[in-house]
């Protein structure tokens, strides 16, 4: 398996533009997770999906963020209208069921860096 | 949820010398927590991780305790390296399925 695929690696974009990051879990997972890095604040739980149905949104800074997944091998967060202080790296991980030998074991794909100039 | 408490944020050690860097938790009903390593530009990986019927477990020169009592779990690091150096994460499943994460102890190793 190739592991977590997220595209694109690096985003520059400028305030105000839509930006759509992509990530493709290893298949078998039925969770999939999306976390945002930065400096001042680490890695945050954004929102995770269970079997492509989103469980917890809770850490969606606010309503210009919206992730989906329309089947179980593609997810996406969207942000729009995007601002200087989105720029982060934003890791999305996937992993196995409860119950299963390895479950809460996450997989992190590569990251997408965003920079909103 | 709120984040694991993590100490320190930053750490310097001697190469060969031990390095522990320690969290505390809030939810009585985490069960599972790992550690994870990041090292500059990568993405973070699972190192080592307990779960709350055990409270110890080795892997070669790094290993992970847990006071389920005290709601704290510690990260040791022994004969460390130049290439442990890094930033170290933990974490718990306080939110269930997904993890919360520390803000994480940057470790430099100098030789």
């Known amino acids: 398996d190739a592991g977590v695929i997220q595209s694109p690696r690096h985003e520059v974009t400028e305030m105000g533009q839509e930006v759509t990051l992509r990530c493709k879990p290893i298949?078998?997972?039925?969770?999939l997770f999306w976390y945002r890095q930065t400096m001042m604040r680490g890695l945050e739980l954004l929102i995770y999906?269970?079997?492509?149905?989103?469980?917890?949104d809770s850490g969606m800074p606010e309503d210009r963020f919206s992730a989906k997944m329309p089947n179980a091998s593609f997810s996406t967060l969207k942000i729009q209208p995007s601002e200087p202080r989105d720029s982060a790296v934003y890791f999305c991980?996937?992993?196995?069921?409860?119950?299963?030998?390895?479950?809460?074991?996450?997989?992190f794909g590569a990251g997408s860096r965003l920079t909103v100039l | 949820g709120e984040n694991v408490e993590q100490h320190p944020s930053t750490l310097s050690v001697q190469e060969g010398d031990s390095a522990v860097i320690k969290c505390t938790y809030s939810?009585?009903?985490?069960?599972?927590f790992p550690w994870y390593k990041q090292e500059l530009g990568k993405r973070p990986q699972l190192i080592i991780d307990?779960?709350?019927?055990?409270g110890e477990k080795k892997d070669q020169r790094i290993a992970v305790t847990l006071n389920k009592t005290a709601k704290h779990f510690s990260l040791h690091i022994t004969e460390t390296q130049p290439e442990d150096s890094a930033v170290y994460f933990c974490?718990?499943?306080?939110?269930?399925?997904?993890?919360?994460f520390g803000k994480g102890t940057t470790l430099s190793v100098s030789s």
């Open positions: 307990i779960r709350s019927n055990v």
């Open positions: 999906f269970n079997n492509n149905v989103p469980i917890d």
């Open positions: 974490a718990d499943n306080q939110a269930g399925t997904a993890l919360i």
């Open positions: 298949s078998g997972h039925d969770y």
């Open positions: 991980a996937s992993s196995l069921g409860r119950g299963v030998s390895g479950a809460n074991v996450l997989t």
């Open positions: 939810d009585s009903a985490s069960n599972y």
